[in-house]
T-cell receptor, first 113, second 115 residues
Framework: GQQLNQSPQSMFIQEGEDVSMNCTSSSIFNTWLWYKQDPGEGPVLLIALYKAGELTSNGRLTAQFGITRKDSFLNISASIPSDVGIYFC?????????????FGTGTRLKVLA | NAGVTQTPKFRILKIGQSMTLQCTQD?????MYWYRQDPGMGLKLIYYSVGAGITDKGEVPNGYNVSRSTTEDFPLRLELAAPSQTSVYFCASSYSASGGRDAQYFGPGTRLTVL
């Protein structure tokens, strides 16, 4: 099955640093979503993007819907230890009238205090 | 609003046993989904439903069955458990309509081990 290309796969950063991750695809999407998954928990929605070029913030998080509709990025500013987790992107498109969500492989973030 | 709830949280099965994973959402969402997540991996779609009485296969449906008799409930059935079905199972729901501002919301997961 198709999955989005998400990078980096993992990263270690120092507390206070900014983090950037992105998702790319060969297909266009109508919606881009970013999730965070803590160990032993389900993914929690962070940011939803609905329009090409859209830039949306949620606290220290900022995400953008790429102009080509084939990519999206997520930035975390001034990282803190609780930012540790796995970040997933997801793209939504309509296939034969049905909404389908395709997920990235995840970026594992570890923050060193 | 409880969102998406799943039961049980944990379960150990013997090979060949059967069980049903329960999923309920109280957001009046029309779409519901079942995913599995293997260790260190992303999410794979097992089955989904676009509304009560309508279900369809996802990427990895073999060994599973679903039903959707109500808008709120979307149980996942394992008929003959196999070790390859050891995984974490997530249920999700979304409100999806033409021009709608849709997003998926996930339950907390069911951790299943088949020995």
């Amino acid at each position: 099955g198709q999955q989005l290309n998400q990078s980096p796969q993992s990263m270690f950063i120092q507390e206070g640093e900014d983090v950037s991750m992105n998702c790319t695809s060969s297909s266009i999407f109508n919606t881009w979503l970013w999730y965070k998954q803590d160990p032993g928990e389900g993914p929690v929605l962070l940011i939803a993007l609905y329009k090409a070029g859209e830039l949306t913030s949620n606290g220290r998080l900022t995400a953008q819907f790429g102009i080509t509709r084939k990519d999206s990025f997520l930035n975390i500013s001034a990282s803190i230890p609780s930012d540790v987790g796995i970040y997933f992107c997801a793209g939504q498109r309509t296939t034969s009238g049905t909404y389908k969500y395709i997920f990235g492989t995840g970026t594992r973030l570890k923050v060193l205090a | 609003n409880a969102g998406v709830t799943q039961t049980p949280k944990f379960r150990i099965l013997k090979i060949g046993q059967s069980m049903t994973l329960q999923c309920t959402q109280d957001m009046n969402h029309n779409y519901m989904y079942w995913y599995r997540q293997d260790p260190g991996m992303g999410l794979k779609l097992i089955y989904y439903s676009v509304g009560a009485g309508i279900t369809d296969k996802g990427e990895v449906p073999n060994g599973y069955n679903v039903s959707r008799s109500t808008t709120e409930d979307f149980p996942l059935r394992l008929e003959l458990a196999a070790p390859s079905q050891t995984s974490v199972y997530f249920c999700a729901s979304s409100y999806s309509a033409s021009g709608g501002r849709d997003a998926q919301y996930f339950g907390p997961g069911t951790r299943l081990t088949v020995l």
